[in-house]
Each structure stands twice: as C-alpha cells, then as structure tokens.
C-alpha cells in the first residue's frame, strides 16, 4: 500500500514540504510497510484547463492539454492514500490551483457522463497541510477541502482548529501549536484509514 504526498509549494525544502513529509513519515511509523512518496509541483509542469469542454468529458482520465498532468494522475491512481499540502500564496498557488482544475474536471465529467462504476480517485483517505508566514490557513483549507469533497476524496479532519487538517504558520520548530507534531499524528491516522 501507498501514500502520495502532493507538495504545492514552489520552494521543494520549505515548511510545506516539512508538513507533508512530517505525515508521511507518521503514516510509516504507523506500518513500516506502507510505501511513501512525495511529489513536488515544482518539478511538474500543470497548466490551466483550456475549458475544451470535449477530451475528458469522452474519455475520463485524458486531458487536451499536453504537460505532467498525466504523469501526477498516474501517481494518485497509484496511491492508497493521499496528502496534499499547500502554502498560502496570498490565495492558493497557481500550480496546485491548475492541479485541482483539471482533477475536478475529470471528476465532473465522469458524473455528468454518467461513466460506470466509482471515478479513479474516489474514497481515498486524505490529509490536508497548509503552511503560511502567519496570516490564518482557514482560506487555503476552505479551498483544498472543497477540492476533496467535489473529488469524493475522504478527508481527515482533526477534532480541534483548524479542523480541515494540521497547519504551520511561520517557523515550524518555534510554533506552540507543534504542527510536526500533529502532522505526524494526521499521517498516523492515514495510515490506519488506508488500512481499512
Ligand atoms: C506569492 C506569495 C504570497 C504569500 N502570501 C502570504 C500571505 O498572504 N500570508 C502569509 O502569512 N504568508 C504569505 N506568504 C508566505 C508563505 O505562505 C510562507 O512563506 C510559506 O511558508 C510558504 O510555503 P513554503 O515554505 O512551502 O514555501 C506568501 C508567499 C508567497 C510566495
């Protein structure tokens, strides 16, 4: 089995990296066996959907447009189980915002289509991370959560704020809430819904 974190920051060692890594490495001290990857955006080429309304309203799962996509959908078909982290870049950053574009697309199409069956990704256990310089997560939460839901995905929420899933805001080691800390327990608790 097999978790895929989804690293949406353009900076590959910074605190949404940590964050993500911090779950993986949780949902390992979980069950050794688990298998764990991360994938950085910031080495994948996403585009915008060019609202072709055609390619992937036929044939689910393939996109007109010509990049990494494919490549990142592979992946999470793979996966037993996803993290998706992302900092707030003012709003949610312009590669994890094509990203999420073009896997609700896919998503979409499959319901209006009325294709058999569950789509790819459906019911796979996920966790959310956000990392910020300070300001409140809520925003970026409120979008990646949204995401999740539209794409039948099953969150992991945690039982206090912010609720959608374990936030860092500012230096992670100073932060009196411990967001590794709590990101290990996400990842832990990831593994044991993968598991089910
Ligand atoms: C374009 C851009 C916009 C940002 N906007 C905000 C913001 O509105 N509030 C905030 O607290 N931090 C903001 N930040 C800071 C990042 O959220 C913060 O540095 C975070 O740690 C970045 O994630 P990373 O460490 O994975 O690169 C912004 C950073 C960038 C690059």
Do not use: N
């Amino acid at each position: 089995m097999k978790i895929l974190g989804i690293v949406g920051s353009m900076r590959k060692e910074g605190r949404t990296a940590q964050l993500v890594e911090a779950v993986l490495a949780g949902a390992k001290e979980e069950d050794s066996s688990l298998k764990v990857e991360a994938l950085h955006l910031a080495d994948l080429e996403v585009g915008p959907c060019t609202a072709c309304y055609d390619v992937c309203a036929k044939e689910p799962y393939k996109c007109v447009v010509k990049d990494d996509f494919q490549k990142i959908i592979r992946k999470m078909d793979d996966a037993d189980g996803l993290v998706i982290g992302s900092p707030l870049y003012f709003t949610v950053p312009a590669r994890l915002t094509a990203l999420c574009e073009r896997l609700a697309c896919l998503a979409h199409f499959h319901d209006v289509r009325k294709h058999k069956g569950p789509h790819l990704l459906e019911d796979k256990p996920c966790g959310l991370v956000v990392a910020t310089g300070g300001s409140d997560p809520t925003l970026v939460f409120l979008y990646l959560h949204r995401f999740a839901l539209s794409l039948r995905l099953s969150p992991i929420y945690l039982k206090h704020y912010p609720y959608y899933g374990v936030a860092g805001k500012g230096d992670l080691q100073e932060d009196p809430d411990r967001p590794l800390h709590q990101a290990a327990a996400l990842g832990e608790r990831l593994a044991e819904a993968v598991k089910q």
